[in-house]
């Protein structure tokens, strides 16, 4: 099995210019995620989703659109890029009270 | 306060040592806990899962201590491939998982 896989696994963007991270997961899994990990934060979420077409917010929201048209699939787009979303992104999928499992991110820069 | 803390470590040990890390909570419903292991650069990866009992896998215990609102593992004859970043995650709901900052491990030859 592919697990939860992420595209790309790197980028640099310029401050403006938009985006999509793409993350699938062929697990079945209802509940999808995005965090970002920045030094001596953690991993912080910044959007879920618990089934097609549900989506919220997570911790850190702003600045970033999510939606979830099948099971499969929660693309993560930055509209607008700033400097502060400089970051790792993880996309992690799980099922009920299971542990999530993760993507291997997106290294993200933007100048 | 922050909801999971973590001491930030480094933690350098030896090759054979027995090292344990703690994890405390702020919020008494918290229903699951687990440990990840992250490597430099990587995704983090589950080691394992925290239950009322206690419990063990090989070299690795972990316990949750309700009443002081804590968990730990505990890495018993350390090998140079534990040298890692431990990271202590609580769940309060089917939704919310809170992620400490970790632990970062040295086993040193």
């Known amino acids: 099995n592919a697990g939860v896989t992420q595209t790309p696994k790197f980028q640099v963007l310029k401050t403006g210019q938009s985006m999509t991270l793409q993350c699938a997961q062929d697990?079945?899994?209802?509940?999808m995620s995005w965090y970002r990990q920045d030094p001596g934060m953690g991993l912080r979420l910044i959007h879920y989703?618990?089934?097609?077409?549900?989506?919220d917010q997570g911790e850190v929201p702003n600045g970033y659109n999510v939606s979830r048209s099948t099971t499969e699939d929660f693309p993560l787009r930055l509209l607008s890029a700033a400097p502060s979303q400089t970051s790792v992104y993880f996309c992690a999928s799980k099922t009920g009270n299971s542990p999530l499992h993760f993507g291997n991110g997106t290294r993200l820069t933007v100048t | 306060r922050k909801e999971v803390e973590q001491d930030p470590g480094p933690f350098n040990v030896p090759e054979g040592a027995t090292v344990a890390f703690n994890c405390t909570y702020s919020?008494?419903?918290?229903?699951?806990f687990f440990w990840y292991r992250q490597d430099c650069r990587k995704e983090p990866k589950l080691l394992m899962s925290v239950y009322s009992s206690g419990n063990e896998d090989g070299r690795f215990t972990a316990q949750l201590n309700r009443a002081s609102q804590y968990i730990s593992l505990l890495i018993r004859d350390s090998k140079l491939s534990d040298s890692a970043t431990y990271l202590c995650?609580?769940?309060?709901?089917?939704?919310?998982?809170?992620f400490g900052t970790g632990t970062r491990l040295k086993v040193l030859a």
């Open positions: 919020n008494s419903a918290s229903q699951s």
């Open positions: 989703s618990v089934g097609a077409g549900i989506t």
């Open positions: 995650v609580v769940g309060s709901g089917t939704y919310k998982y809170i």
């Open positions: 697990m079945n899994h209802e509940y």
